[in-house]
């Protein structure tokens, strides 16, 4: 057969190959390298797609199929990107930084049970013995409060600095002192708490105002103030409009004597009375500006600037003056030379006071007196 048409070919001895151009039986052997590369290509391709899909070979026992790992394809998903969008700029809430409150005043408690108040005439009250504060209410005039202390030391511990603001020259009117001012003001004047004053006495609206001047200043009372205030408020005088008066009496002691404690009690009476009864405090006043010299009226303001009343309050001196001049008998108190005048000018004076003075328990105490200086 020609070789052209042969399949299979017979190898024989290798021609000396020469270079230069290739003979006919090499062309056709490169051709069927081709071809069998070309075949064999093909093959595979086949055998590739076949391996895509699991298959039992026809004959002979299973063989086993590695499945062929193919990496996933990464798939990059469009990218939108959205628009900016600006939120709107909101200022925070301004809020106030907290200011922790100022303490609240001491609460005022009140004692266990409320204060047992007594109806007493003067001289019930003035032998009494006080072994502990002691509340009257004066038959002769239900508006005046008689506090009878144990002590000076009480009596001062309780009202000085209700003084302090009411009616001691020097100090504030609008200001509750605190401890170390009161202190310091009472040595000022060379006293101590128990002599800074030997009776006291204040209107119900006076009392009221102290207390609330301290709440406003967050001042901390002492349990004598604070038994005071619930004493007031039991009286129901922390409201407006409450009439009444409060006076106070130490108990006899080293320092105070029977006489010292009735000329106490009685000067108090009479301050209690200018404070509840309307009708006496004008008729003090027009006798003060009236009947009286104006070397008069300044000898007792003189007076009064020496043991620390505030002379500028004109009140504070008529009613110091009724009570002074007209119902203070005892000379370690006063003595009618310590407003330059004689004591027939006293007495004087004394007369014409109680001629038109409103009818009443204190008329009825003057003429006493009077009756008395006329022995």
């Given at each position: 057969m020609d070789d052209d048409d042969a399949t299979v070919v017979v190898q024989r001895a290798a021609p000396t190959?020469?270079?230069?151009?290739?003979?006919?039986?090499?062309?056709?052997?490169?051709?069927?390298v081709a071809?069998?590369?070309?075949?064999?290509?093909?093959?595979?391709?086949?055998?590739?797609?076949?391996?895509?899909?699991?298959?039992?070979?026809?004959?002979?026992?299973?063989?086993?199929?590695?499945?062929?790992?193919?990496?996933p394809s990464v798939?990059?998903?469009?990218?939108?990107?959205?628009?900016?969008?600006?939120?709107?700029?909101?200022a925070p809430p301004v809020i106030a930084p907290r200011v922790a409150p100022a303490p609240p005043p001491a609460p005022a408690p009140g004692p266990t049970a409320p204060f047992r108040i007594r109806?007493?005439?003067?001289?019930?009250?003035?032998?009494?013995?006080?072994?502990?504060?002691?509340?009257?209410?004066?038959?002769?005039?239900?508006?005046?409060?008689?506090?009878?202390f144990p002590s000076l030391r009480m009596q001062g511990e309780m009202l000085n600095r209700v003084a302090s603001l009411i009616e001691k020259a020097g100090l504030p009117r609008r200001r509750v002192l605190s401890d170390a001012e009161l202190d310091a003001a009472i040595r000022d004047r060379g006293d101590t708490v128990e002599t800074y004053y030997y009776g006291h006495d204040y209107r119900a609206d006076e009392l009221a105002l102290f207390?609330?001047?301290?709440?406003?200043?967050?001042?901390?009372?002492?349990?004598?103030?604070?038994?005071?205030?619930?004493?007031?408020?039991?009286?129901?005088?922390?409201?407006?409009?409450?009439?009444?008066?409060?006076?106070?009496?130490?108990?006899?002691?080293?320092?105070?004597?029977?006489s010292m404690r009735?000329?106490?009690?009685?000067?108090?009476?009479?301050?209690?009375?200018?404070?509840?009864?309307?009708?006496?405090?004008?008729?003090?006043?027009a006798f003060w500006l009236h009947a009286m010299t104006e070397l008069e009226r300044?000898?007792?303001?003189?007076?009064?600037?020496?043991?620390?009343?505030?002379?500028?309050?004109?009140?504070?001196?008529?009613n110091e003056m009724q009570a002074y001049l007209m119902f203070t008998y005892d000379p370690r108190f006063f003595l009618p030379s310590n407003v330059?005048?004689?004591?027939?000018?006293?007495?004087?004076?004394?007369?014409?006071?109680?001629?038109?003075?409103?009818n009443g328990w204190l008329k009825a105490a003057l003429t006493g007196h009077l009756q008395q200086a006329a022995q």
């Open positions: 190959v020469q270079l230069g151009a290739a003979p006919r039986q090499r062309r056709v052997r490169l051709a069927l071809a069998g590369t070309v075949l064999l290509l093909c093959g595979g391709v086949a055998v590739w797609l076949l391996g895509l899909q699991p298959t039992t070979p026809p004959h002979g026992p299973p063989q086993a199929v590695v499945p062929k790992v193919v990496a798939v990059t998903p469009s990218v939108v990107t959205p628009p900016v969008v600006v939120p709107p700029v909101i109806t007493a005439d003067e001289a019930t009250i003035l032998a009494h013995v006080a072994d502990d504060l002691t509340v009257f209410r004066y038959d002769a005039n239900p508006n005046i409060i008689v506090l009878d207390f609330a001047t301290a709440d406003n200043q967050h001042v901390r009372l002492d349990a004598q103030e604070t038994q005071l205030r619930a004493l007031l408020g039991q009286l129901g005088w922390l409201s407006p409009g409450a009439v009444g008066a409060l006076i106070s009496v130490p108990r006899t002691d080293g320092t105070i004597t029977e009735a000329a106490i009690l009685h000067h108090e009476l009479a301050h209690g009375e200018f404070f509840s009864d309307p009708a006496y405090a004008s008729y003090v006043q300044a000898a007792v303001r003189n007076f009064l600037g020496s043991m620390g009343y505030d002379t500028g309050d004109e009140t504070l001196m008529y330059n005048m004689t004591p027939a000018r006293r007495l004087q004076l004394q007369t014409a006071f109680h001629a038109g003075m409103p």
